[in-house]
Every structure is written in structure tokens, then in C-alpha cells.
């Protein structure tokens, strides 16, 4: 059973920037396609950012685009979301996932590893 622990969040004023990482153990991590989901109070978790299994392949939400990078250690099980150009818009509980296979997929249900979460806040 894999399972992935999310640290960094915190507040941090509108033009910030936040790195979050995403510790992975219990599984073969270099095997993962892992992501970055999000969800503001009231609405449904949505996707932010996905990497492969070798980090040479990316996907992202439009919404992020240029201000959100993900990347992978997989010498120590960890990806991460460096964040910059924060907005308030970007407000939510940040979560980690991983699934097998290669797709770069942005559906919820396609992963089968979640974390708990980690709170960012962007406000001044």
C-alpha cells in the first residue's frame, strides 16, 4: 500500500510563492504517475498538475499555466509543486496523488493514492 504524506502550505501574500512537496512510500514511486489536485471550500477537487514516471512529461491545468511547476526525486520518493505568482483564486487544500500506468490523466478517479492535504492560503 503506497502511501504519500503533503508538506509546505501555508499563507502567503498574492505574488508569493509556496513549494509544496509530497513524500511517497510503501510502493515503487518511480513507477507512479503522480499529480497535484486542488479544492477550495465548496467545490469539487480539481486537477492542478501531473508528472511522469521519468518527470520528462508533464500536464497542467489552464489556470496554472506559467505560474506552477511539478517535478520528481525519485531517489527520494518525492515530487513537488513549486508555486509562484500566487492569487487568492489559488486558495485550497492541496493534495498529492498517484497512480500506476503512464497516462498523464486529470480525473479524480483515474489515482489511487491520495494524501490528506496541505493548506495553502493566499491573502494579504
Known amino acids: 500500500q503506497v502511501h504519500v504524506v503533503e508538506s509546505g502550505g501555508g499563507l502567503v501574500q498574492p505574488g508569493g510563492s509556496l513549494r509544496l512537496s509530497c513524500a511517497a512510500s510503501?510502493?515503487?514511486?518511480?513507477?507512479?504517475?503522480m499529480a497535484w489536485f486542488r479544492q477550495a471550500p465548496g467545490k469539487e477537487r480539481d486537477f492542478v498538475r501531473a508528472i511522469s514516471w521519468s518527470g520528462s512529461s508533464t500536464n497542467y491545468a489552464d489556470s496554472v499555466k506559467g505560474r506552477f511547476t511539478i517535478s520528481r526525486d525519485n531517489a527520494e520518493n518525492t515530487v513537488y509543486l513549486q508555486m509562484d505568482g500566487l492569487k487568492p483564486e489559488d486558495t485550497a487544500v492541496y493534495y498529492c496523488?498517484?497512480?500506476?500506468?503512464?497516462?498523464?490523466?486529470?480525473?479524480?478517479?483515474?489515482?489511487?493514492?491520495w494524501g490528506q492535504g496541505t493548506q495553502v492560503t493566499v491573502s494579504s
Open positions: 510503501g510502493g515503487t514511486f518511480s513507477a507512479y504517475v
Open positions: 496523488a498517484g497512480r500506476r500506468g503512464t497516462a498523464l490523466t486529470t480525473r479524480r478517479s483515474a489515482y489511487d493514492y
